[in-house]
């Protein structure tokens, strides 16, 4: 197949990509762009190991053609970093014990990224209801949600 | 003792910040120029003659670079109880889904394509589908001539009597005389399905071939070692040709261990000369990986009036699919532990393996453990409620005390069950709303041996004085920081001046595989005398530096000085300008430890849907020494979650011959809405031999007992008790329709 030219937006920094027109935004992003950070772990999204943001909001990129971000700016976990620091949500995830394998890390962080932004003062339950679409297999969510409560509260400087 | 500044202290993990900015590399994540992608060619039939294979329409394809067929492998037959497999499949299939071609093409489009190009004709034949059918004499044999194959990577004693691999017996006392002295026999039958490990990182491996005959495999694996060994059994090929390098695994629990896509890789990558990549897609992992296998447990218990558990006789089958990988030690372990964590007397335990024409089974966190102590967890309630007990006051009762020999060989040195049992009870009796309406708390106890394993460990000073660990062990489970917490702590230095990794086999010493709860168990204890032993010679090169008796020496992040004159000192770095400090130290495999589990759950079941709400996850756990608590309060949540998911939601469907369950939506694993958040206890004290300060294994015992705890609790909450695994609400629902029907 022809491939087809994409310009989009990625950790703040314009690309050109020639991209196969089957090709998924999450391969356009591991593939073409080597930040592997963000992973396949079912190719169907159903289990959230894929979420970058687009635009700002949480998509699973294993279902999305990379055509369709034409023009579009993508976050993914490889910015979520602020000037060569960690977030405090990465620092509360390495603190908390949150991270096990480190497989569902990278979605598991941008999708709560994406709820403290909306919401900086977060319940348990919305934690939850956030991270719903991220399925971890080694930790239990537990130390994820205490994580992300304790990013919460340093964010906002409680 | 001097405090240890590390060991026991909730370290944050080595490789967290990596893994939490995406670095980290894991199979998937890097390539290699000229790299082809792989896809495998999977029989659509349960039991079939390959008559032939016709690839040309394949290879007629732009892309497409090579097609391997079975002509192409070696005929050498590997595996691990027994060696029964083979790359592909020779001659005929035995299961839907086994590999039996696998195509190289230079972008993944094209060889998707060309899987639908291969033409391969078979010869059906009759399939058996169930164990207890494929025990019978007269059923369709899954392996001919059994007796023919090699001995297994274990390898465990394989007599294979018709599909029966393996029949383990344990025997003790007289059962029949135990029975005549019982006042109450009961008899019970319980199921479950198979369930997948379901690492949410798919299977995925990067193969080169060099021309001067050396290859290099990076995998997700949780043992380089057994995999190098694995695949220098099935290429024919000496272990120094093959070279493993672990990469970061995304979860595993028991499925990445064998070897069944790196081979196929391999074979790849020597009949192309360029480097081949597979992964695996998430229906691949339902169809052709190594789930957890079914099981029926069949138990009978003598009991006294008083509540002593006088004999019990079990009969326990593994439905193991095809070919052998770990049946035979699944159904083996089960049996042995067929008293559960009580003292029986007279018992007759009975383990089965049996392969079916059906997808193999491997080990799966703590194999046949959670099938069976679903059954005796249920069971020992369901005695409770014949005899008018307490459930809790029966295995308090029963259960083994300090002094007492566990199934494992070990000796109780503290009464550490009861005190897991008891610290689960006491937070239960103080939920205030424990009595709430169709809502029920259920226990569940368990235990797990834990193997040794023969290990290795280097440590070096580097010249500037920090030092450098290198282990055979993957990190599965953040084993890397606990050990290298164990070594800072013994040689003098700080977390933040010690680097510990995990070499490839070429470079580092044998370590155990990760599986088992073996790695933090042996590697610590290794590692510990590693660096004893370099203390040992830099204590001598300063001594000897500063001209004082050794003993006067002390040690301290990284700086060796004389008691009483402190500024008399050696930097490391200054003691090893002159010469290297190195040292390889290996010990052999420590005896089998032993540890306990209790999980305390606390369900909601809505009595016209079936539905049940997991309100509350007690997980108490017996570990000898907590190397690292924030670690172990980690692996308790994790494993009970899966606990829950056996329990409830989790079934790898089999039907009209093949796998039904395609992805995540047909298999049901638990989100962060379907748990609440598990409340970890640990227990220490009863130590094990391991110089890592008598630390035992955690990563299996945790997920152990939950289903048991889960069943007593719905039976607590309605009155209803499902005998089968997953207790979906359709289950609980025709198990409370049965009861109001009595």
Redo the contacts between chains.
């Keep these: 197949?022809a491939k087809q030219l994409l310009s989009l937006t990625v950790n703040g920094e314009r690309h050109e990509l020639a991209v196969?027109p089957?090709d998924t935004l999450l391969r356009a992003i591991r593939?073409h762009l080597g930040?592997?950070?963000?992973?396949?772990?079912?190719?169907?999204g159903?289990?959230g190991?894929c979420t970058v943001l687009l635009d700002g909001k949480p998509v699973c990129s294993c279902i999305m053609l990379a055509l369709d971000a034409q023009g579009r700016e993508v976050t993914?976990?490889?910015g979520?970093?602020e000037d060569g620091k960690?977030h405090p949500l990465?620092?509360a995830?390495?603190?908390?014990?949150a991270?096990?394998?480190?497989?569902?890390?990278?979605g598991m962080?941008v999708s709560a990224k994406a709820l403290l932004d909306e919401s900086p003062d977060p319940t348990?339950d919305e934690?939850?209801?956030a991270?719903?679409?991220?399925?971890?297999?080694?930790?239990?969510?537990?130390?994820?949600?205490n994580a992300v409560k304790a990013a919460a509260e340093a964010m906002s400087g409680r | 003792m001097k405090e240890l500044a590390f060991v026991g202290k909730?370290v944050?993990?080595l490789?967290?910040?990596?893994?939490?900015?995406?670095?980290?590399?894991?199979g998937?994540?890097?390539?290699l120029p000229g790299m082809l992608y792989a896809k495998i060619v999977r029989s659509p039939h349960a039991h079939a003659k390959i008559l032939s294979i016709d690839a040309s329409k394949a290879l007629a394809l732009d892309g497409v670079v090579a097609v391997a067929t079975p002509e192409d492998t070696p005929q050498k037959r590997y595996g691990f109880g027994l060696g029964d497999e083979t790359i592909l499949a020779q001659e005929k299939v035995r299961f839907c889904g086994e590999a039996v071609a696998a195509i190289a093409a230079t972008?993944p489009?094209v060889a998707e394509e060309a899987l639908g190009l291969i033409e391969v004709q078979y010869e059906l034949l009759p399939a058996v589908f169930d164990a207890e059918e494929a025990m019978k004499p007269d059923a369709p044999l899954v392996h001919d001539d059994p007796a023919s194959y090699e001995e297994g990577f274990i390898p465990f004693p394989v007599e294979p009597k018709g599909n029966i691999a393996t029949h383990t017996e344990i025997s003790e006392g007289d059962v029949e005389k135990g029975f005549a002295e019982s006042d109450l026999i009961v008899e019970e039958r319980y199921s479950t399905v198979p369930i997948h490990?379901?690492?949410?990182?798919?299977h995925a491996c990067l193969a080169q071939w060099d021309p001067d005959g050396k290859l290099t495999v990076w995998t997700c694996t949780q043992g380089h070692f057994v995999m190098r060994n694995l695949l220098a059994k099935a290429l024919d090929l000496p272990m120094t040709s093959i070279n493993v390098v672990p990469m970061?695994?995304?979860?595993?629990?028991g499925g990445k261990i064998a070897a069944y896509v790196e081979p196929i890789a391999a074979v790849l990558a020597m009949k192309t000369g360029r480097p081949v990549q597979i992964?695996l897609?998430?229906q691949e992992e339902l169809e052709d990986a190594r789930p957890r296998c079914a099981t029926v447990t069949e138990v009978k218990t003598g009991v006294k009036r008083d509540g002593t558990l006088v004999a019990r006789t079990l009969k326990f089958i593994v439905d193991n699919g095809a070919y052998t990988d770990f049946g035979p030690g699944t159904a083996g372990a089960a049996a042995e532990a067929g008293r559960g964590p009580y003292r029986i007397p007279n018992v007759r335990c009975d383990g089965y393996s049996v392969w079916t024409h059906k997808f193999n089974t491997g080990p799966m966190r703590a194999p046949g453990f959670p099938q069976i102590t679903f059954a005796l967890e249920s069971h020992m309630d369901v005695i409770a409620e014949k005899l008018g007990m307490d459930p809790v006051e029966l295995r308090r009762k029963n259960g083994l005390r300090t002094g007492e020999t566990t199934f494992a060989g070990t000796a109780l040195q503290k009464d550490v069950f009861m005190e897991c049992l008891d610290k689960v009870v006491a937070r239960i009796a103080e939920d205030p709303k424990k009595d709430a309406p169709d809502t029920g708390w259920g226990i569940g106890c368990g235990e797990w041996r834990v193997g040794g394993h023969p290990s290795g460990a280097t440590l070096k000073i580097n010249e500037d004085g920090t030092a450098s660990l290198i282990i055979g062990a993957p990190d599965?489970?953040?084993s890397r920081t606990s050990i290298a917490q164990v070594a800072a702590d013994e040689l003098g230095v700080r977390m933040d001046q010690l680097f510990a990794t995990v070499g490839d086999t070429d470079e580092a010493p044998l370590g155990p595989v990760s599986a088992g709860s073996m790695a933090t168990y042996n590697m610590t204890n290794v590692v510990r005398r590693t660096a004893h032993a370099l203390r040992q010679k830099i204590v001598a090169l300063a001594a000897e530096r500063l001209e004082v008796p050794e003993e006067d020496i002390d040690i301290e992040e990284g700086v060796a000085s004389v008691q009483g004159a402190p500024d008399k000192r050696a930097t490391f770095a200054e003691l090893v300008q002159e010469q290297q400090v190195a040292i390889t130290v290996t010990a052999d495999a420590l005896p089998p430890t032993h540890a306990f589990a209790v999980h305390g759950v606390k369900v909601h079941v809505d009595r016209e849907t079936g539905n049940v709400t997991v309100l509350r996850a007690i997980g108490a756990l017996d570990c000898g020494k907590a190397i690292n608590p924030?670690?172990v309060?980690?692996q308790i949540?994790?494993?009970?979650?899966?606990g829950l998911g056996q329990a409830l939601c989790e079934q790898v469907v089999f039907e009209d011959g093949r796998v039904a369950s395609r992805?995540?939506?047909d298999y049901k694993?638990p989100?962060?809405?379907d748990?609440p958040?598990?409340e970890p206890i640990i227990v220490e004290g009863d130590l094990s031999t391991s110089d890592g300060h008598g630390c035992k294994g955690i990563g299996e015992p945790v997920h152990v007992p939950t289903a048991g705890a889960v069943a007593n609790a719905i039976y607590n909450a309605v009155g209803a008790r499902p005998y089968e695994l997953p207790m979906t609400p359709e289950k609980v629902h025709w198990a409370l329709k049965q009861r109001s029907d009595t």
Excluded: W
């Design positions: 197949m196969d089957r593939d930040l592997t950070g963000t992973k396949e772990g079912c190719g169907e159903e289990c190991s993914t976990i490889e979520i970093a960690l990465q620092q995830f390495v603190e908390h014990g991270i096990q394998c480190g497989f569902c890390t990278p962080i348990e934690i939850r209801a991270i719903v679409g991220n399925l971890c297999r080694c930790t239990g969510y537990t130390h994820i949600v | 909730p944050s993990r490789g967290d910040p990596e893994k939490a900015t995406g670095a980290a590399r894991f998937a994540d890097f390539t972008d489009y490990q379901s690492y949410i990182e798919p970061e695994i995304g979860g595993a629990f992964v897609t998430r599965l489970t953040g924030l670690s309060a980690g949540g994790g494993g009970l979650v899966q992805s995540f939506t694993l989100t962060a809405m748990v958040p598990v």
